[in-house]
DNA sequence: TCAATGGCAATACAGTCGTATCGCATCGGG
DNA sequence: CCCGATGCGATACGACTGTATTGCCATTGA
């Protein structure tokens, strides 16, 4: 066997490729000759590491997945032991929005995408498992009534926070006070313990 | 002169086919061509009404967002005289929500152009300020502190309610769950008047 | 050293894209 | 009556698409 190249990096690198031509022109724009572009190398190769132009698209939607549960482990894991659960949330979301150029980039990505995998059921099949993660895992650091109501209306929050950031509807000041009086709103209806004082029906 | 048409009409008549298009296959799916086909009209027609296919685009994209606006309307009138502000506000995002088949598709061609005019940044000029009346209208019905930053939060929460209903990750059920229990939290901050037991930080 | 295999580039191909242009009806005003 | 503007279909064109095929080069195991 002749050279031995890391195959896995370089589907990496041309994923990479990918996502900035979808972070500034969309995903209409992807095409193999752009993405092969984009990163520099011949659209042959592109092709050699990628054998069908579906096949490429799907492996650049698991790394933006990846891409931002590393994120958020990340950044958990920056926040030094026993945080406490506001703290941890404000800090997770905080890192999933589009704030900043960097992260609108992948929010544009993101957005790409989610209109992608809305005409293509199969494909998002793994969106609803994180998100179904996700919720699991917020919802074990609220106090409120009804956890996993609680932690899914915070992530439709986040999420639509995201897209109106990318929109430029809201400033990132704004929505950063937006999240902040929410989550003001989920911990004061139970300071001590899971019963609240507030929201006479469950569900 | 000679036959004369309802110009805007026919125009309308290709957005819808484009929007169907759209809503089946994602935006990227939408050429002259296709968009002619699903209208059961020639391309030399759509042409003909169109110059140019980011003119019909952009018509279009106006078309869904007149859409949306009368369904509220329409909804709030639907409503009698004097309704609640909570009733109103559960109407309209019960309206404006990705819940059954018929606005499912519509929200996925809204999807589709938010993700077309994340790229577009003059596109959205319209978006930011429909938002804003939006916000403003809603803002006036809340009895929280900060009403304007509630009433994004609320929107932000809708939106991003309408993105997980459409990739499947919420059930209608959930999200109406989610939606009231959010609406509870609002109100339930001060019954009365506009100054709460919760949330000792305004903002 | 040499055959062979994997890495990669180049090209070919059929199809679709948006746009421009032509051609022909059809009807209204002079 | 008929001239010309308008509605609309058909076709042409160059650019671009995804995919298949071909062939060269470098490296490596024997």
Known sequence: MPKKVDRQKRRTQ????LMRVAAEQGLEAVSLRHVAAEAGVSAGMVQHY???????MTFALDVVRE???IRVTDAVTHLGTAPSPRDLLQTIIGT?????????ADGRVTLAFLAYTAVRPPASAALREETEQMVGFIAGLLPCPDPENAAAGLLALMEGLGVYLLGGQYTPEQARGILDTHLDRLFAAAPEHTGGIVSARPA
Chains 1, 2 share one sequence.
């Open 14 to 17: 041309i994923a990479d490729a």
């Open 67 to 69: 891409r931002n549960q």
């Open 50 to 56: 990628f054998r069908t132009k579906d096949e490429m």
């Open 96 to 104: 999933l929005l589009p704030l900043d150029e960097v992260t609108r």
